[in-house]
């Protein structure tokens, strides 16, 4: 009888465990990354702003963030074969079919930025045209950016689109370029750095003309993007959500 009562025992615990590493695992959530771009999101420690501001708002809730790194299209083939729970930096193009859009959760601003020292005054972007300006972009900016940006680089004096915003940076300081066109907390992040080695140390001018885009995080299911959202406005509302940008920004 003690022998049985034992193996019992033995079993409850065991199914204990078992449902526990369960319950574990279905907390996780996989959300594809479309790529690595620092201080948003950088691959090589799963780090960053857009990463942090995820990972908490999930872990509020009880739930793991998981990045998964992929290049746009097969982001969007997994997310529709449910092979991965959802995307980030997600917009409409996904469809409404069975996709759950949580709040904004960040917001991209590209900007222009020349150095002061130029003078330059820039309303609008058809203001880049007829200045036969040198412009370094990040890459597929002439088609990202809409058609009168296109209109207007085409007549640029020089135009090139650059992968290493680090690169694009330092030109711009280094007055190999004029006008540098990149999103705005990626400049800070990499104008900090450049300050750290002696570059960067003129003043400049953010030319503000282009729209923000605003972006979600897209879910399979609606009961993790609402414990999402109120994550999120968790993060917000107890100044840990400024204090991840300020972690990045303001080192």
């Not at 739930?63 to 991965?84: E, G, N």
Request: glycine share 8%.
């Amino acid at each position: 009888m003690r022998q049985s009562y034992l193996l019992q025992g033995l079993w409850t615990g065991l199914l204990g465990i078992l449902i526990g590493c369960q319950e574990v695992a279905a907390t996780e959530i996989k959300l594809g990354v479309r790529t690595s771009i620092a201080p948003w999101a950088i691959q090589s420690n799963n780090t960053g702003i857009e990463l942090d501001i995820v990972r908490e708002s999930l872990a509020f809730k009880g739930y793991q963030l998981k990045p998964v790194y992929l290049p746009p299209a097969r982001m969007k083939r997994q997310f529709y074969d449910k092979s991965i729970d959802g995307v980030m930096l997600a917009h409409d193009s996904l469809g409404t079919d069975g996709v759950y859009y949580s709040d904004s959760h960040i917001t991209f601003q590209n900007v222009a930025i020349t150095l002061s020292e130029h003078g330059f005054v820039l309303n609008g972007v058809e203001d880049l045209s007829g200045r036969n300006l040198a412009i370094a972009a990040f890459p597929n900016a002439r088609i990202l950016l809409g058609k009168k940006f296109m209109m207007a680089v085409d007549g640029a004096d020089s135009y090139q689109e650059i992968a290493n915003q680090f690169a694009q940076v330092r030109m711009l300081y280094r007055r190999r370029i004029e006008l540098i066109v990149i999103e705005r907390q990626i400049f800070t992040y990499y104008r900090n750095k450049a300050q750290q080695i002696g570059d960067a140390l003129l003043p400049v001018k953010v030319h503000s003309i282009f729209n923000p885009n605003y972006y979600n995080v897209a879910f399979h299911n609606a009961r993790v993007r609402d414990d999402f959202n109120e994550g999120l406005r968790a993060l917000r509302d107890s100044g840990r959500y400024q204090e991840i940008f300020d972690q990045y920004l303001n080192p």
